[in-house]
Every structure is written in structure tokens, then in C-alpha cells.
């Protein structure tokens, strides 16, 4: 067994796993965060997208133990309880998910790219989104949504073409 400690959503949490453990294991079974999903299990879908020190990552693949002593930010740790962060007002608003499976990893991903690039391009939010899947909507309202949270997130109406 190893002792994994990491700071998830802004709280310290530790636990002791065998060495095999994936990240997405730790989160789900140990620290029940379940936004995260397991779709694939191979790095394709991006379901078990998570955020680690600032980037996207495939919480599938990685280790729990590479996660120790980082920072990690998932689904759960995005909202408050005043309300949905802009980037989840913007899915929502666009009515960019159906099932919602894919929206974590989809939502995680366009912050990642967000808190990089303030005002992407659409190419750009696709290439970003390009290790996300989606098997029930199209993308056109999926890039609209990152597109609006942007323009929210720099201060902007929403819907700047009106």
C-alpha cells in the first residue's frame, strides 16, 4: 500500500492505496467524487477528465501516486454553493449535453483551455476538446457554450453577435 496525499478541490485528502491505483480509482472509490467517469479506459474518450496543477489530464492513466503532492480539481470542486461556475451556466444555457456522461471531462477541458487562453478561437476549442468524445449531441453547441464562457469570463455579453 501507498499513501497518496493530494489537494482535491482545495482540501487536503490522503489515502492509502496499492500502487496500482489509478487517479481516477482514488477519487471515485476512495474520496467519492464520481464526476469523473470511466468510459474507455484507455485515454481515448476523455470521460475521467480531471484537471492536475492547471492541466487536463486522463485520470484513467494516471497514477495515484503521481498525483501525490499535487493539485487536483474535478467536477465537484468547479461550482460553489452560489451557483454554477460560467462554464457550466454556458453548457447549460446553450443546452450543449444530453446525457451528461461526457460533460465533466468536456467542462474541465474548456477550463483548462480557458485559463490559458482567455479568448480561443473556435479551432482552437476544438483542438482543446479534441481527447473528449461525445456520443449523444453534436459539437457545434458544445464549442458555442466555450465560446459564450469566454465572453463571460472576460466580462462580455454572452451572446456578442445580437
Partial sequence: MANVTLNVNGEARTASVPPETTLLKLLRDNFNLTGAKLGCDVGDCGACTVIVDGKPVNACLMLAGQADGRDVLTIEGLATLDGLHPIQK???????????????????????????????????????????????????????????AARALRGEPADKAA
Fill in 90 to 148: 454556458a453548457f447549460e444555457d446553450n443546452a450543449s449535453l444530453q446525457c451528461g456522461f461526457c460533460g465533466p471531462g468536456i467542462i474541465l477541458s474548456a477550463k483548462a483551455l480557458l485559463d490559458e487562453n482567455p479568448a480561443p478561437t473556435a479551432q482552437q476549442i476544438r483542438d482543446a476538446l479534441a481527447g473528449n468524445l461525445c456520443r449523444c449531441t453534436g459539437y457545434t453547441k458544445i464549442i458555442e457554450a466555450v465560446q459564450d
